[in-house]
């Protein structure tokens, strides 16, 4: 192959791959922290957010983990903290996490899926979490904020 093919056939291969359409940015990467939690159960709407539990939750393109605990811990070893993580997948705004990680295995190996919205730097999940062994079926929304770098 001579100079002038090998130069033809390189900027032609650059054109096409700079054409390739770019992959769509998952808006839900990042840390993200709870300031709000509302549960609703039959008719009953109530808040589940505590001030006094911090809770961040991590968004890498494939995992997801959240992690909470309290705020002013007691001295002794009575500190409570929780976490839990495991597969997600998003198709425009269903976000559908896997749960293959909690503290409480009755949890591990659901699925659970919300719809999401982002305004800002606003992270809004609305979803049904159901686990009929463990009686639980109630919508949850909760509402994150982007956590600065």
Known sequence: MNL???????????????????????????????????????DTSYSTFNPKIEMIKIINPTHFAFMNHLVNPPKDSSNAFSAGGGVYTL????????????????????????????????????????IEKLGIDHVIIEKYVRVKK
């Open 4 to 42: 002038k093919t090998c130069l033809t056939l390189s900027v032609a291969f650059a054109t096409l791959w700079a054409c390739k359409p770019k992959e769509k940015e998952n808006p839900l990467l990042g840390t993200w922290q709870l300031v709000a939690a509302e549960t609703i159960e039959k």
């Open 91 to 130: 198709v425009d705004s269903v976000y559908t996490e896997h749960l293959d990680y909690f503290v409480d295995k009755n949890w591990e190996h659901n699925t659970f899926t919300f719809n999401v919205k982002i305004q800002n730097d606003t992270l809004i999940q609305k979803g049904v979490e159901k």
